[in-house]
């Protein structure tokens, strides 16, 4: 068993390990780095698709519905396609206003998941296209959708989704690159940007993974005691807070709560005190300013602040108790880096605490019944 954990002492934890890899091979084959584009044969849209789309919906659960939600963030300010996201379960049975023209974008890495499938063939009755992002080849969703866009992140095996998650970003990158280039709405510029960005991505998360991994190790021994936890982020990182969250309650029953970070006065600045930590999203991105902000005012009422920001960033180390650096990217790229800590500190609370880190009590790696 040690030997199939390749020397982990959890499958989550050597999953972790395995993005820069992950990530590797779901690019292959598919940047066009001397465009500045990325070749769509394994998209399965023709160009006609691509230029006659006019809404998507992105449509999974749990950790795959985060991906979704920063997903988004690409299709509209990449691809300018007006965007929702929505979690299969509230879409199915809605009577939802979709059909023709329309592309449903339905994310799950098993392809199985009750909630998704259902959702995605109501969708399919009402005359829209179906495009599965999965990383099981064959699987229930891809086969029912009309175009299958596979992840290339090998064999997932702890309940806890982590490498599928930054694989699934990487897809939704790469449609939302691929749509905008063909429909005029993504600059020659922002594309090669973009592109050798994605390129440079296996490189720069093998040193987050390995420059994070002790300090991140050090706060959940620090922290595996506190009854809540907040994580704040705000618009690409919003989604990645609420993955952190997440993933923390799913492994080692711990309470958190991700909150856009805006929303921080309507409520969840009511329960920080001397006692919570506040995980900080703040790379530097157009948010950082206002995020900024909330790290200060999460400091004045005496909470335990820990930033996760741009390296070389001197306010959040005058601020925070803690800051985990993650190198400067096109801010697009900063929630393939800013996931990796977060993934590692409910690793780590889980272990401390001995928990089942890759089998958590009353959680399945795929719901297939309802
Ligand atoms: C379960 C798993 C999660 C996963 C979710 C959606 O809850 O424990 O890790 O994110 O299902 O699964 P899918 O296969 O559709 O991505």
Not at 135 to 156: K, L, Q, W
Not at 217 to 234: E, I, M, Q, S, T
Request: aromatic residues 6%; charged residues 25%.
């Amino acid at each position: 068993v040690m030997a199939e954990k390749a020397g982990f002492k959890h499958f989550m934890l050597k999953e972790i390990h395995e993005q820069p890899r992950a990530i590797e091979d779901t690019l292959r084959g598919r940047l066009d780095r001397e465009h500045g584009d990325v070749h769509g044969h394994e998209i399965g849209l023709s160009d006609d698709d691509a230029r006659s789309i006019k809404r998507v919906f992105l449509l999974a659960c749990g950790t795959s519905h985060h991906a979704a939600m920063t997903g988004r963030y690409y299709l509209e300010s990449i691809a300018r396609i007006p965007t929702s996201v929505e979690l299969a379960s509230e879409f199915r049975g809605r009577e939802p206003m979709i059909g023709e023209g329309d592309l449903v974008v339905a994310v799950s890495q098993s392809g199985e998941t009750i909630d998704t499938l259902i959702a995605a063939r109501e969708a399919k009755e009402r005359g829209a296209k179906i495009l599965a992002i999965a990383n099981v080849i064959g699987s229930a969703i891809p086969r029912m959708a009309d175009a299958a866009f596979y992840t290339h992140a090998g064999p997932e095996i702890g309940v806890a989704s982590t490498k599928c998650f930054s694989t699934q970003l990487a897809n939704l990158m790469m449609l939302s690159i691929w749509l905008g280039k063909r429909r005029g709405s993504l600059d020659e510029a922002k594309a090669r940007e973009l592109v050798e960005a994605m390129a440079r991505l296996p490189l720069l998360m093998r040193d987050v993974i390995t420059g994070t991994r002790q300090l991140v190790c050090n706060l959940a021994k620090r922290y595996r005691d506190a009854r809540d936890v907040l994580f704040l982020g705000r618009g690409l990182n919003y989604p990645i807070a609420l993955e952190a969250a997440l993933k923390l309650k799913e492994i080692s029953y711990v309470h958190a709560e991700g909150y856009a970070a805006g929303e921080m006065k309507h409520g969840p600045i009511a329960l920080i005190d001397s006692a919570v930590p506040v995980f900080v999203l703040m790379p530097k991105d157009r948010w950082y300013e206002r995020t900024h902000g909330n790290l200060q005012e999460a400091k004045a009422r005496e909470g335990q602040v820990i930033a996760i920001a741009t390296e070389g960033d001197e306010s959040a180390h005058s601020l925070s108790q803690d800051v985990i650096e993650v190198p400067d990217v096109p801010e697009a790229i900063t929630p393939f880096l800013t996931v990796l800590p977060m993934q590692l500190y409910s690793y780590y609370v889980a272990d401390f605490k001995g928990t089942d880190v890759d089998q958590p009590r009353n959680l399945a790696k795929t719901v297939t019944v309802e």
